[in-house]
C-alpha cells in the first residue's frame, strides 16, 4: 500500500492553516478550529472514516465563520488529493446512508477528478452551535472543489444538529469505501483520474 499521508498548510490574511492526514489511519484526530461545532464535525468525520486527522487552525471568527471553514474545507480537499496521487487501485466510488435518531442522510461520492456537489439538506435554524449553518454546505462545496471529487448529499431530519453530524458521518463512510485500494488498475476508460 501506497504511503497515504500528507501535511499541508493555508495561509492568508484571513486563515492560517495546518492539517495532516493519513487515509489509511485509525479515526484519530486533534481538531482545533476555534469553533467548537466544526471541531466536533470533523473529529466525527475523523472517527468514521478511519482517517487520522490533525487541524489547527488561526481564523479571523471574530469576523464570523465563514473563513475558516471554507479554507479548511479548500485544505483538506486538497490533502485528500494529494495523498491519494494517481489514485491507482481506488475503489473510485462510495456510498453511504446512515441513520442518526430521526435524521437519515445518503452520502455518494466519485473520487473522478472532476469536482461537483449536489446538497440536499436544509437547516431550521441560522446557527448550529456556533457555526452559521449555511456555511456547512460551502464546506462541503470547498472541498469537493480541491479534492477534484463529486460528491451528493442528501439528508432529511427535524435536528438540526443531527442532520449536519449524519452527513459528516455518510461522507466519511462514503470516502472510507472510494479510498480502498481492491486493485491495480485506475478505474477511468481516460487511463486517469
Known amino acids: ?10 495561509k492568508t490574511r ?3 492553516i495546518k492539517i495532516k492526514l493519513n487515509i489509511d489511519g485509525n479515526g484519530e ?4 478550529t476555534g469553533l467548537k461545532f466544526f471541531d466536533h464535525m470533523l473529529e466525527s468525520f475523523s472517527r468514521h472514516g478511519f482517517f487520522d486527522l490533525e487541524i489547527n487552525v488561526d481564523g479571523d471568527i ?8 471554507e479554507d479548511t474545507g479548500l485544505l483538506l480537499g486538497k490533502c485528500f488529493r494529494e495523498a491519494l496521487g494517481d489514485k491507482r487501485g481506488i475503489n473510485r466510488m462510495g456510498y453511504s446512508i446512515v441513520p442518526m435518531d430521526e435524521s ?18 436544509t ?22 472543489m480541491t479534492s477534484q471529487m463529486n460528491i451528493n448529499i442528501k439528508a432529511e431530519g427535524e435536528n438540526d ?13 462514503s470516502l472510507n469505501d472510494a479510498t480502498k485500494i481492491t486493485h491495480n488498475q485506475i478505474l477511468s476508460t481516460k487511463g486517469k483520474l
Do not use: P
Open 1 to 10: 500500500m501506497n504511503n497515504r499521508k500528507v501535511e499541508l498548510t493555508r
Open 14 to 16: 484571513e486563515t492560517d
Open 29 to 32: 484526530s486533534h481538531i482545533d
Open 62 to 69: 471574530e469576523v464570523d465563520d465563514h473563513h475558516t471553514i
Open 104 to 121: 437519515l442522510s445518503t452520502v455518494a461520492v466519485d473520487i473522478s477528478g472532476r469536482s461537483y456537489t449536489v446538497f440536499n439538506a
Open 123 to 144: 437547516f431550521q435554524y441560522q446557527y448550529i452551535g456556533d457555526v452559521t449553518s449555511q456555511n456547512i454546505k460551502h464546506f462541503f462545496e470547498s472541498f469537493a
Open 161 to 173: 444538529h443531527h442532520i449536519c453530524e449524519v452527513i459528516f458521518k455518510a461522507l466519511a463512510r
